[in-house]
Structure formats: C-alpha cells, structure tokens
C-alpha cells in the first residue's frame, strides 16, 4: 500500500497552508496573474470536426499538430452519455467512497505507475522530488491480458463495466486518429500504427482538490507524455495548460468533445514534424476538478524512430531510435519535467 497521505484528506482538514513537499521551485509556480483560473490566459486549442470533410480534416490535424502538439475532436463518433458516465463514476469514487475503502485498491509503494488508487506516480518515498497537488486511479487496460476489471473500484456497481466499455471506444478512435495523422504527412494510413505496434492502453483518473495556496503548487508537473497518443476528457473546472512559444495557456473545457496530446514516440516517427505536447496542470483553491487521460503506449520491446518515408538524404534523422521500455525507465529514472528525455535522443543534423 502506498504510504502516503492523500491529498484529498489534506484538502478537507481545511489548512491555511501546503505541506512543505507540495510547494513548487519558484521558477516552476504559476504566475502571481494566474493564480485563480478565471486569471489565465485562454487561446484555447484547435477544435477539429471529424465529421468534416477528409481533406479539410487533415489539413486541420496537420496544422494543430505542427503549432501545438493538440487539439480537441468533435463528432468523434464516442458516445457522449459513456463520457459522461464514467465522469460521473469516477468522481463518485472519489467524492462518495469512504477512504478506507478506497485504501483497498492503493497502488504498491515498490512499483513505479502500478496499477490502483495514488497520489504519487512518479516518485518513489525516497525522493526529494516536489509532490503534484492530485490523487488518481490508474487502470490497465489493454491488451487484454493486462486487463482484470476485479481490481478496479466496485463502485459505483456499474464502475468496472463502463471503464472497459470506455477503453474499447478510445482505443478504436486512437486508431483512427493515428491514420488521419499518417495521412496528413502523406505516409500511408497504417504508417503509425506500424511503428508502433499493439497498444498498451492505461486510464487515469486524477482528482485536484481544492488547494489553499495554488500559487505555490501544480497539480501536474510540466511533462510531455511519453508515448504516442493521449486522449483526455476533463470537466468544467479547467485547470489544464499547455505550452505553447514561452507561454502557459489554459485548455478552456469544450463540452463533449475529447483532447488529443501529441506525446514523445509521435515527434520520433514524424521525425520531428509533429511536436510533443508539454502541459501542466495547476489548482484553484474552491473546486474540485477531475480529468480522465487514456493513453496509449508502445510495448516495451518495441523499437521507435523515425518514419523511412519522412528521412532522406536532404532530410536526415533528426533522432536517434530508441528502445521504449528503455525510454520509460529513463523517464522515471530522470523525472518529467518538461521534454528532457526526449531531447537527449536528437542528433546533430547540422553536419
């Protein structure tokens, strides 16, 4: 069971102040201007129609992936009452099950990113490092032999039969943007999916509660996420930046449509054509705000670079290939914070 404490519980003992491991560097806090979400900064992400026509979609896609790293998606083609389900019974988990209860599904403490109910992914007890201002549940969910729907919550009843009737629809509409994506850098439509082989699929559902000193803390470090594609729905709290030429702007909610991250493995096999997408998460100090990301993943034998349509001798690699399994434990061995792993494999392409 993980040790410790979480933040929730901190959140409802009403302190006037965060614990000393909370508090962020100065130089990674929000602005003094950002410190409420009403205060932030909104030009808000591309907003894509798939149900739009074909070209005029990929143009789009090209467009958003080139200068942000994101965009949203709407007439995506998943059910908007299952995101709203799953919203609904993710955050009665939270909010609605007594927390000895919850305690029954902790993640392990001697295992980086196991399955389960935590507070502190990515750092070990050990650690020094500063602690994001968030709780989640972490669910493995494909392929199916990582799959096993009895360790996740038992309520609400209907919990377990939704994340999986969910992972299904997001593994299906990765699939389909990853072709889009494909197609827009004029590759051939399985070119990405190729790459990067059978999905290795997690769901988390990460809880900010209410912060008293949000100007001091994160409720997510500034990362890019390390795998291919993240498809991420949140509610109308906002909360959520990403980095766009030097400065942090929040993702305004669009009500039913879904977020797409570019994420590291995506920059290698466009050869750098598409960027990562570096975000962060901060807090507010009167509510609580729940975010769902799917993510989806290479297995870890698979090796990643860049696209052989995409180099030539005018058009070198811009990266070197890489082993994923050996990038993550570089990426938990190093930390996230912004895109450093990912830099350490460009190549000078000067010469």
Known sequence: MEGVVRVQILSQMGISEVPSHYIQPLENRPKSETNSISGLSCKNVPAIDLSCEK?????????????????????????????????????????DLPMEEKLIYACRPDSAASEGYGSRMLVSSENETVLDWR???????????????????????????????????????????LALMSESLGLKASCMEDAIGGFYQNITASYYPPCPRPDLTLGLQSHSDIGAITLLIQDDVGGLQVLKDGEWLLVNPLLNAILVLVADQTEIITNGKYKTCVHRAVTNANKARLSIATFHDPAKTTRISPASDLVSQDTPPRYSSVVYGDYLSRWYSNGPEGKRNLDTLLLDTSK
Not at 60 to 85: P, Q, S
Not at 139 to 161: A, D, I
Request: proline content about 6%; aromatic content about 12%.
């Open 55 to 95: 070209e005029s979609v990929l143009a789009a896609i090209r467009d958003a992936c080139r200068e942000w790293g994101a965009f949203h998606v709407i007439n995506h083609g998943v059910d908007t009452k299952l995101m709203d389900d799953l919203r609904r019974v993710c955050l009665s988990f939270f909010n």
């Open 135 to 177: 709780d989640y549940f972490d669910h493995h969910t494909l392929p199916l032999s990582r799959r096993n729907p009895s360790s996740w919550p038992h309520f609400p009843p209907e919990y377990r039969v939704l994340t999986a009737d969910y992972s299904d629809e997001m593994k299906a509409l990765a699939q389909r943007l």
